[in-house]
Structures are given as C-alpha cells and as structure tokens.
C-alpha cells in the first residue's frame, strides 16, 4: 500500500533539473509533498488536489493524475538549498501514506 | 505555541526500561499523529488522534507501545521495556480541521536504547 517513490536517490549539480515521482496502487483524493533536511522535521511543500492542477514552490512544481494515481514533483535550476529528502504522501482516506522518500544531493 | 513542540529532544535510556515521550501540538489542532523514523528510513505511522474519537492504533507495533492524548491536546507515547530496535527518530505532527490533511511536525525526539 505504501506508494512507490522514484528515484531513491539522485545527485545533482547546482542548477541542473530532476523529476522525482511517486505512484500508488490505490485511488487518490489528493498528493502531498514534503522536504526533510538532514536532522530536521519534514516539511510541507504543497499539496496537489483531484483535476490534474499544478502548484508551485520557489521553483519547485508538481503534478498530479488521479486516473494514473501519480503525482511528479519537477525541481528547476537545483538551488543546494533543494538538498533534503522528499516525501510523497498520497491521501487515499483521512490519513497520508508515505513514500519511502527520495533523496536529493546538490552540489556545488 | 507557535509550533509542535516535542520533549525531550534526545533520550537515551538502557535496555529494558520505560520511556515517555511527549508532543503539544499547535493550539486548535484536532488531528495529532506520530510517527516513527529509523535511520535512513521514510515514516511509519504509529498512532493517529482526531479530536474525541476513538485513536486509530494500527501502526503501533507490539503492545509495548501506547499513547494517551489528554484533553485533545497534549499527547504522550510510552514504549515500555524498550530494546534496542526501538532506537530511531519519533515525529508528532498536528493537523487542522479542515486543513486538507497539512500535517506540522515537530522537531522529534530521538531514542537510543543501548
């Protein structure tokens, strides 16, 4: 039940771009992502709703098909502060289900 | 407060014994979870509180563990006779009603049972 993040893990360069996404077996009300910096408490990015929407964070943006049960999250011109792990959280009921987490290194 | 506040931030205690762990969720929240985060690892639903309903236990993993929410606000989760497994990151988060399932986590307390 857990939904599926992809990569587990990526290493950018400063500046460059990455997709990371998360599907799920079961259908979705909405998609949830959040950052956790090293050490830290996960924080709330954005929250994608049901019709397809786009949001949009600094430059950090998302996506989300319900009829696919995927969300992507699409990270533009990698700034270090992007570094973190992100977590999918899909909303399948009254609670998130979260994905394993895909971490993210951005180098200078 | 401000924020979820979680006490103590670190916690280290032997093999065996007792730990209570506490969370004050955001003033007005309803929906208080916990979570358990080991090394490297996403997050595992342990408990989850709404308002005066019935707690939903389902993540918690042996009977050694529960949590009490006392006056729909402050929240205490005990693992007693603890080993060495349970060593990892606890997260509390809060929620709002009608926040579309935002969750604000706390800090975390970090467990070490050697």
């Known amino acids: 039940q857990q939904p599926v993040q992809s990569p587990q893990a990526v290493i950018l360069r400063e500046g460059e771009d990455a997709v990371i996404n998360c599907s799920s077996s079961?259908?979705?009300?909405?998609v949830h992502w959040y950052r956790q910096k090293h050490g830290e408490a996960p924080v709330f990015l954005m929250i994608l709703l049901k019709g397809g929407e786009q949001k949009g964070h600094e430059k950090i943006s998302a996506s989300f098909n319900e009829k696919k049960q995927q969300s992507s999250l699409y990270l533009t011109a990698s700034q270090l502060s992007y570094s973190g792990t992100y977590f999918c959280?899909?909303?399948?009921?009254?609670?998130?289900?979260w994905g394993a987490g895909t971490k993210l290194i951005i180098k200078p | 407060g401000a924020g979820v506040s979680q006490s103590p931030s670190n916690k280290v205690t032997e093999k065996g014994k007792d730990v209570e762990l506490r969370c004050d969720p955001i003033?007005?929240?309803?929906?208080l979870y916990w979570y358990r985060q080991s090394l490297g690892q996403g997050l595992e639903f342990l408990i989850y509180f709404q308002g005066n309903s019935a707690p939903d236990k389902s993540g918690l993993p042996s009977d050694r563990f529960s949590a009490e929410r006392t006056g729909g606000s402050v929240s205490t989760l005990t693992i007693q006779r603890t080993q060495q497994e349970d060593s990892a990151v606890y997260l509390c988060a809060s929620q709002g009603m009608g926040a579309k399932n935002i969750q604000y986590f706390g800090a975390g307390t970090r467990l070490s049972v050697l």
């Open positions: 079961k259908a979705l009300y909405s």
């Open positions: 003033s007005g929240h309803t929906a």
């Open positions: 959280g899909p909303d399948s009921n009254y609670q998130l289900i």
